[in-house]
């Protein structure tokens, strides 16, 4: 099994134990957003690191090359950390299953 598919199922037995009766799908679909969730916290992190640190580090240098270069590349990457998760994320749910060819091509 898949981490996603052992989380799905934790989500959902922890649901099941609350006494909550919902789909098997539901676990999948909580799994996804939180994957995603977690993908804006970390591209927002990594957004501040280039801001704060790596931002620094370009101002103390003499050129201005270093300086344009982290300008355009913060964003870029902010914005791969989250495809990345978007593309777990849903490889992790099974009623999509018969489109995985389609969400493949849609990121490769």
């Known amino acids: 099994m898949s981490i996603a598919a052992n989380a799905a199922e934790f989500i959902n037995d922890l649901l099941h134990k609350l006494g909550i009766n919902v789909e098997p ?10 994957t995603f969730i977690i993908a804006i916290v970390i591209g927002f992190i990594v957004y501040y690191i280039f801001e704060r640190y790596l931002g620094r580090w370009a101002q103390k240098t003499k050129t201005k090359l270093d300086d344009e270069i982290l300008k355009n590349t913060k964003k870029p990457i902010y914005l791969l950390v989250i495809l990345i998760a978007a593309y777990y994320g849903l490889q992790g749910l099974t009623m999509l299953k018969p489109f995985s060819s389609e969400i493949a091509f849609i990121f490769n």
């Open 25 to 34: 799908y539901v676990g999948e679909i909580i799994w996804a957003v939180l």
